[in-house]
């Protein structure tokens, strides 16, 4: 039986052409009955994510083209509603509440290698008002859950890669020095929000948590939680550009400048012991002064490369330093149900604000995304 539903689709953009971002286009759109480990969901909120803006904008990738398809529908964060499950499923029940784990095609230790309404070919998106997936691309939601359904949506993406990501870097900093050598480990970060599910994990793990950030509003939240805001607008230059370092003179002198005032921070706030764990999603511009703020025996960990991701190091210096470099991407299934337990039980999902946009806004909240008008969790419902 084929189901019919209506979905915000992006169709393949102009072969050769220039990237160039794309309007959403509100369309019919058909799919086969789910299979025997499918299930059948109606959407009821999302959360926008970067890889979203990224496919309508298609930088890096025009995912149309990618995935051979004429007509894809992004959404990979988000809470819906299950209409119907298939004979072989197990992870959730018709009428249960669900959050997408958006793992799209798995190795064979269950580690994503594309991602669920992004790269993985013949998967659909929260933006379609009915979508089928596999019973691993679904967690229920806890038995009288004491947080909102926005919330969980704004958790099935950031939170989760936050999860995985922050287990491996916290691992491999205690294979290196055990909590009997150091009990209260410094964590800091930059980046958005996957950064900051990190860092609360990191401040309840015990560490002394730091993450830089440049509005008010985002300095404020971060405070909210516990975490000590660093406001980057104080060392606005560090952006380190090689092509212009030693070259650009007036450039170099105020990008050394930054470096030294942000290095002063880090000499305050961490006694002058430097940090231990340094999360980076921003990559390239950042990357020279996060090694030098990092602490011998010190993790650096991302999922993200959200500045640049051709990264230059000193292998002899970073050996020496006993530095390692953490590497993840988004979560497998069993860490999922991790995440989500250990968030109900301890209250780690994200803090949310301002509005939530209509299934009819949602280009508005596109376009508002690509003008920096949102915060890190923006919200929007789709059949609620
Ligand atoms: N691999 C995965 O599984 C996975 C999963 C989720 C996200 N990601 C990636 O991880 C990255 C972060 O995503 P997110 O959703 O957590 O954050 P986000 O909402 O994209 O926010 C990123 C933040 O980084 C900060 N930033 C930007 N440029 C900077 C710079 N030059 N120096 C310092 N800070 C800078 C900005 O904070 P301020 O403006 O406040 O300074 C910005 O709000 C993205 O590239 C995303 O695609 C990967």
Not at 112 to 131: N, S
Not at 244 to 264: G, H
Request: contains cysteine; negative net charge.
């Amino acid at each position: 039986m084929t189901i019919k539903t209506e979905a915000w689709v992006l169709h393949p953009g102009d072969k050769g052409a220039a990237p160039q971002a794309t309007e959403l286009a509100l369309e019919a759109f058909e799919f086969e009955d789910p299979g025997p480990d499918e299930v059948l969901v109606s959407p009821l909120f999302g959360c926008m994510e970067g890889n979203m803006g990224h496919a309508v904008e298609r930088k890096p990738i025009d995912i149309c083209r990618a995935r051979g398809e004429q007509t894809c529908v992004v959404g990979n964060a988000g809470v819906m509603r299950v209409d119907k499950v298939g004979a072989n499923v197990t992870t959730c029940k018709q009428g249960q509440e669900v959050l997408l784990f958006c793992n799209g095609v798995w190795d064979k230790y269950g580690y994503p290698e594309r991602i669920f309404a992004y790269d993985a070919p013949g998967t659909m998106g929260v933006l379609a008002r009915k979508q089928k997936l596999h019973q691993q691309q679904v967690i229920a939601i806890p038995e009288n859950s004491t947080h909102t359904r926005e919330q969980w949506a704004a958790f099935s993406l950031r939170y989760i890669t936050a999860w995985s990501n922050w287990e491996l870097a916290y691992g491999t900093l205690r294979l290196l020095v055990p909590e009997k050598d150091l009990p209260n480990p410094v964590a800091w970060g930059w980046g958005g929000g996957v950064t900051m599910g990190e860092l609360a994990l990191a401040k309840h793990y015990g560490c002394d948590a730091t993450q830089i950030a440049s509005s008010d509003e985002r300095l404020s939240a971060i405070e909210a939680l516990g975490i000590r805001p660093l406001d980057r607008r104080g060392f606005k230059d560090l952006y380190y550009d090689k092509s212009r370092f030693r070259k650009d003179e007036e450039y170099t002198e105020r990008y050394i400048a930054a470096e030294k005032v942000f290095m002063a921070h880090v000499q305050k706030i961490t006694g002058g012991n430097n940090v231990n764990i340094f999360l980076d999603f921003v990559g390239v511009p950042v990357l020279r002064a996060t090694l030098k703020a990092l602490a011998r025996e010190g993790v650096i960990a991302t999922a993200g490369w959200k500045e640049g991701m051709l990264i230059e190091m000193v292998r002899a210096t970073e050996c020496i330093a006993r530095h390692q470099h953490v590497h993840t991407h988004y979560a497998k299934y069993s860490q999922g149900l991790d995440a989500v337990a250990f968030a109900e039980k301890h209250h780690w999902l994200p803090p949310l604000e301002g509005k939530v946009y209509s299934y009819e806004e949602i280009p508005q909240l596109f376009k508002d995304y690509r003008d920096g008008k949102v915060g890190w969790f923006p919200i929007f419902s789709i059949n609620d």
